[in-house]
């Protein structure tokens, strides 16, 4: 992971996610059916507006501090446009694009295979409680499967239960490591 979604990302990367649905009984699969549809898509370059807002609302999330406001939107459209990042964004009928996913591609050692790692997932306040949330990591999930990843790794801040218990109950399992992070600035 980069720097800064690093240390958001320990903080709780998905964290947003975190927000995103709070995340109900493991029973509960989806959003209530009095719930409106979620649909995911992959951003393109058209999105890249709709996802900076998104964006922005997860760095303030994170109280991150950005100096040039035009920052976030450069930097969501620069990953889009070369292709370095799949950025998912979640819409809901009559509330429109409440949420984004971002995921890095990069490979793991330890199964010789490439993996991904969710570094980014958030839902705007008026989109949690619908099931973005969860829809947007489902997606990454099948996604990922589809294109025969090792896996899907996540971290999360320790005091962010709601994230935890969506993610537990979508199959993501607490490891043992301990995450580093050496800010070079």
Same mark, same amino acid.
Do not use: C
């Given at each position: 992971?980069?720097?800064?979604?690093?240390?958001?990302?320990?903080?709780?990367?998905? !964290?947003?996610?975190?927000? !995103?649905?709070?995340?109900?009984?493991?029973?509960?699969?989806?959003?209530?059916? !009095?719930?409106?549809? /979620?649909?995911?898509?992959?951003?393109?370059?058209?999105?890249?507006?709709?996802?900076?807002?998104?964006?922005?609302?997860?760095?303030?999330?994170?109280? /991150?501090?950005?100096?040039?406001?035009? +920052?976030?939107?450069?930097?969501?459209?620069?990953?889009?446009?070369?292709?370095?990042?799949?950025?998912?964004?979640?819409?809901?009928?009559?509330?429109?694009?409440?949420?984004? +996913?971002?995921?890095?591609?990069?490979?793991?050692?330890? !199964?010789?295979?490439?993996?991904?790692?969710?570094?980014?997932?958030?839902? +705007?306040?008026?989109?949690?409680?619908?099931?973005?949330?969860?829809?947007?990591?489902?997606?990454?999930?099948?996604?990922?499967?589809?294109?025969?990843?090792?896996?899907?790794?996540?971290?999360?801040?320790?005091?962010?239960?709601?994230?935890?218990?969506?993610?537990?109950?979508?199959?993501?399992?607490?490891?043992?490591?301990?995450?580093?992070?050496?800010?070079?600035?």
């Amino acid at each position: 992971m980069n720097g800064q979604a690093q240390a958001a990302a320990q903080q709780d990367v998905p !964290s947003p996610a975190e927000d !995103s649905t709070p995340a109900p009984a493991p029973a509960a699969a989806s959003a209530p059916s !009095s719930a409106p549809a /979620v649909s995911v898509r992959a951003a393109g370059e058209a999105d890249v507006d709709a996802a900076a807002v998104l964006f922005r609302g997860y760095l303030d999330f994170y109280e /991150v501090d950005i100096e040039d406001p035009d +920052a976030p939107r450069a930097f969501l459209a620069e990953r889009i446009a070369k292709d370095e990042s799949l950025v998912l964004l979640a819409d809901v009928p009559g509330a429109g694009t409440v949420g984004f +996913a971002q995921v890095y591609r990069g490979f793991s050692s330890l !199964s010789l295979r490439t993996a991904w790692v969710l570094n980014d997932l958030y839902v +705007a306040p008026e989109g949690r409680r619908t099931g973005a949330g969860r829809a947007l990591l489902r997606e990454v999930l099948r996604r990922a499967r589809e294109a025969g990843v090792s896996g899907v790794q996540l971290e999360t801040a320790y005091d962010n239960t709601v994230a935890q218990g969506l993610y537990e109950a979508e199959g993501f399992v607490r490891e043992e490591f301990h995450v580093y992070f050496h800010d070079l600035g």
